[in-house]
């Protein structure tokens, strides 16, 4: 499973430089938010992660659930060109590795995306927040160093839960665009999936763990109770969609 060979299939595409321009512009997102009102957040008792998360995330990944679609999509897109794809099966490699090597590359585009703005949520903390007599300085009630250590673990443990959330997209995103040789096809069902989970009352925790849905939440702010059913929900999800996917590719063989 050689991730670094599908990555040699894209790198002419321009999705590296996309995963990082669109990691960039979806860590801006903060950034100009609280240049531009950062007075409103100031007097705010929660956290600074909390308001900055609570404030900006929604954009962000809204942003991040987008751009892992182009980049499924234009990962089979190459696969199909020229029918490359039928000559796989000519090869001693199966579909089904050639899934999973493109989902291993796939999820490493997501951490990419994820440290990107990960790094963009400490400039902002330390910028806005910081100081010796910062808000999260104060929140936690530790010197400023200890503060900030704390800063950077729920930090992690954050960017961990976001990338679990983004983990069941990346899947059914990849499950779509395997399934046609069209490109438009996958990319414009998994964009009106991505709309209708904006739609989707969070209320309701059947509904909100719809796949699209999922990379919305956040874990600042959220119960450990919460939090955790929304975990399995993402990991049930992953490995329903890929037992579906190796179905499928094992049926069209069949079919082929």
Known sequence: ???????????RTGVAS???LG????????ILELAVRSEQYADIPKPPLQIILQADWQMMAMLNTL???VISC??????????????????????????VRKTILLSGMCIVLLVIEMLSLIFCTLHWFGGENGAYVMFYGDSFWGAYMKFIRD????????FCMLLPVAIVALMTASAWKN????????????????MIPVKYFALSIFPFALPFQILEGAKSGKAISYLIAAAAEVLLIGAAEMVFLKVRRSLA
């Open 18 to 20: 996309g995963c990082l």
């Open 67 to 69: 751009l892992v679609i």
């Open 183 to 198: 490109m438009w096809i996958p990319l414009g069902i998994n964009v009106v999936c991505v709309f209708m989970a904006t």
């Open 155 to 162: 930090l992690l443990q954050n960017f961990g839960y976001s």
């Open 23 to 30: 990691g960039c512009l979806a860590a801006f997102v903060p």
């Open 74 to 99: 234009m990962m089979y897109h190459i696969e199909y060109t020229d029918n490359a794809i039928q000559r796989i099966t000519t090869l001693p490699v199966r579909e089904e590795e050639v899934f």
């Open 1 to 11: 499973m050689n991730a670094i060979l599908e990555y040699k299939k894209i790198r």
